[in-house]
């Protein structure tokens, strides 16, 4: 919260108006409180009223100060449900526009919980197959499939011929292939 200049604080003369306020601070965010149902936007706004009446000539004449500060914090009210109604408004029209809809029923974009759950699982597992490989079978496959050398990039890499590769290659998907399974 950005502090406040006090009645002492201001240098010669202050008005009515801010005397008031600092007076009844208190019992203005507690008023705005009741009416917002939250503290902090209560807090927010008698901090709007505050730079509102500090902005208006010291010397302007207000018959009754506290009426006035009540109405203009009544006003910001206003325009801060306001606000956030046009907000909400633009998020739902934003949701309606953007979301998928399936024979009349909304499709969420993500997978579901379990199926990421499930997938994460199927990854880990995939890791701990490829790591159970025989080195050179493992190796063949990693810059093969998961690097994405060609076959001549991993023989020359391997120290191997192109055959070799395509053979390691061959049997770690076949060994992959009947380890997930089980």
Do not use: C
């Amino acid at each position: 919260m950005v502090a406040q200049p006090g009645p002492s604080q201001t240098g010669g003369e202050e008005s009515p108006l801010i005397r008031t306020f600092f007076e009844r601070r208190e019992n203005l965010i507690l008023f705005l409180a009741a009416r917002t149902r939250d503290m902090a936007a209560a807090e927010d706004l008698v901090q709007d009223l505050y730079l509102k009446i500090a902005e208006l000539e010291p010397t302007a004449e207000v018959r009754t100060p506290e009426a006035l500060l009540y109405r203009i914090a009544a006003n910001l009210m206003v325009d801060h449900v306001r606000s956030a109604q046009r907000s909400s408004r633009r998020s739902a029209a934003w949701r309606i526009e953007t979301r998928t809809v399936l024979g009349g029923h909304d499709v969420a974009q993500e997978a579901a919980a379990d199926e990421v759950v499930m997938g994460k699982e199927r990854v880990r597992q995939l890791a701990a197959a490829v790591a159970a490989l025989p080195p050179q079978m493992g190796r063949a496959f990693r810059l093969h499939k998961l690097e994405g050398m060609s076959q001549a990039q991993t023989a020359q890499a391997m120290g191997v011929s192109v055959k070799m590769v395509e053979a390691h290659v061959a049997a770690a998907i076949k060994q992959l292939a009947q380890r997930l399974r089980s």
